[in-house]
């Protein structure tokens, strides 16, 4: 890490969006019980937030931007489908070979009063993108990347390794001479997992192109299903099972896009669909704020209220 990172961020001042609009996202059959749990007692106190990462790669396809998106099972708190991701362990805290933005920097972007915290995010979100989709954001120095297979034996196993916990990440970095590349990383926003999950995570959103010479391919061990989708198709279909039924799984066919995705995953694919190409979209000045859905209770069923932008990719200027 950069020396100076010691300093505490200064708090922004949240301002509110005159676009943003109330949207309701209705919480899953699931979930259910544990909302109305929530909300009839009225006293407990909300689990304490893990920090966590997720990247959104993207790429221009023939038919527009294009984004890869997880299956997740187990009914995971980013979501059951989701961008490439994870919770922060122990070893993303460690000192790492780093060359760009420091943890101080991040964590002002963030809104982050834990420098530990940030950098943590920022480790996370290249490890588990790394583990998921064996594309790197590391290079031998700042100007370069490493070109890797995320395919054959010997990768998906370094991976594998990386994943269970059997080699540390530090370790693959330095001895292959490797440093992270925090530069090709973009802010997108932070949400936090509302307060009646009994997994709460403090997610940290980042933007990344596809480093040339490399190409994902899901590992086993953290997934079944992944894959590049075209936003606007997506977004178009929203309302189908389409999506839901090209995965294919028993949690996934029959439902809808809503169903499968978090209020801040679907805000990101809106403002993936506002840009016209993916260098646009990396290249958008963005004022990142801190987000946490509210959960409420309307005739019977149960909803996460919060807001975005009436118009396509301008949520992340707003706040809830």
């Keep these: 890490m950069r020396t100076g990172d010691t300093a505490a961020p200064k708090k922004a001042t949240n301002r509110s969006?005159?676009?943003?609009?109330?949207?309701?996202?209705k919480i899953g059959e699931p979930?259910?019980?544990?909302?109305?749990?929530?909300?009839?007692?009225?006293?407990q106190v909300p689990t304490q937030l893990r920090t966590a990462a997720a990247v959104v790669f993207v790429r221009d396809g023939q038919e527009g931007l294009e984004t890869i998106l997880t299956y997740r099972p187990d009914f995971s708190p980013l979501g059951t489908v989701a961008f490439p991701g994870g919770v922060c362990n122990d070893s993303d805290r460690e000192q790492m070979p780093w060359s760009g933005p420091g943890a101080k920097a991040w964590a002002e972007t963030f809104k982050q009063d834990d420098l530990v915290a940030a950098h943590a995010a920022v480790v996370c979100a290249i490890r588990e993108s790394f583990e998921e989709t064996g594309m790197l954001l590391a290079g031998s120095d700042d100007l370069s990347t490493v070109e890797v297979s995320a395919e054959g034996y010997d990768q998906m196993a370094l991976r594998e390794s990386v994943a269970c916990g059997d080699k540390a990440f530090v370790d693959l970095l330095t001895r292959r001479g490797l440093t992270l590349r925090t530069d090709l990383l973009r802010a997108l926003g932070r949400w936090q997992s509302p307060d009646y999950r009994h997994k709460r995570y403090d997610i940290h959103y980042f933007a990344s192109a596809v480093p040339i010479g490399q190409?994902?391919?899901?590992?086993?061990?953290?997934?079944?299903?992944?894959?590049?989708?075209?936003?606007?198709?997506?977004?178009?279909?929203?309302d189908t099972t389409e999506f839901g039924d090209r995965i294919g799984r028993e949690e996934t066919v029959g439902r809808t896009l809503k169903e499968l995705i978090t209020p801040g995953t679907l805000c990101l694919l809106e403002s993936l669909a506002g840009a016209s190409t993916a260098i646009a979209f990396l290249a958008q000045k963005r004022t990142v704020q801190v987000k946490k859905a509210e959960i409420i209770e309307r005739d019977g069923e149960y909803f996460l209220r919060y807001t975005a932008p009436k118009k396509a990719g301008t949520w992340e200027k707003c706040s809830l």
Excluded: I, M, Y
């Design 17 to 25: 969006c005159p676009e943003a609009t109330e949207r309701l996202f």
């Design 215 to 238: 190409s994902p391919k899901l590992l086993s061990s953290k997934g079944v299903w992944g894959d590049w989708v075209n936003v606007k198709e997506l977004l178009d279909s929203q």
């Design 31 to 43: 979930f259910k019980a544990a909302a109305r749990a929530w909300l009839e007692s009225g006293t």
